[in-house]
């Protein structure tokens, strides 16, 4: 099995930078807001517009956690799909790939 103890670093530091960021959007969210009404719409569509960051986040941390679920039972690499190798390329830019190149794109 090849050392992917690089992509465990990098996947731990994306998940503690993930709870960072989603710990913050919570603490804005759970601020009081303006009594002003004009105000509370723009801080509504803000609000908004942070929960689908939070939401985004909590998508990113499910794969990254599935990701070093696969380190740990030695599949991390592995195209999910077809089982075939995914590609260091792609490993590199999305380390929580599950799929290959190929596979990522079939319909």
């Known amino acids: 099995m090849?050392?992917?103890?690089?992509?465990?670093d990098v996947l731990l530091t994306r998940k503690r930078e993930l709870y960072g960021r989603l710990h913050k959007i919570d603490r804005h969210l759970d601020t009081l807001k303006s009594s002003?009404?004009?105000e509370r719409a723009?801080?509504?569509e803000n609000d908004e517009v942070l929960e689908e960051f939070g939401a985004t986040g909590l998508k990113e941390l499910a794969a990254i956690d599935?990701?070093?679920d696969r380190l740990a039972a030695g599949t991390f690499g592995i195209c999910a799909k077809c089982g075939k190798?995914?590609?260091?390329?792609?490993l590199a830019a999305v380390p929580q790939a599950a799929l290959c190149e190929e596979c990522i794109g079939a319909p």
């Open 36 to 38: 002003d009404s004009g």
């Open 42 to 44: 723009v801080e509504r």
């Open 2 to 8: 090849k050392d992917f103890a690089h992509y465990k």
């Open 85 to 90: 190798p995914i590609s260091a390329e792609r």
């Open 66 to 68: 599935a990701a070093l």
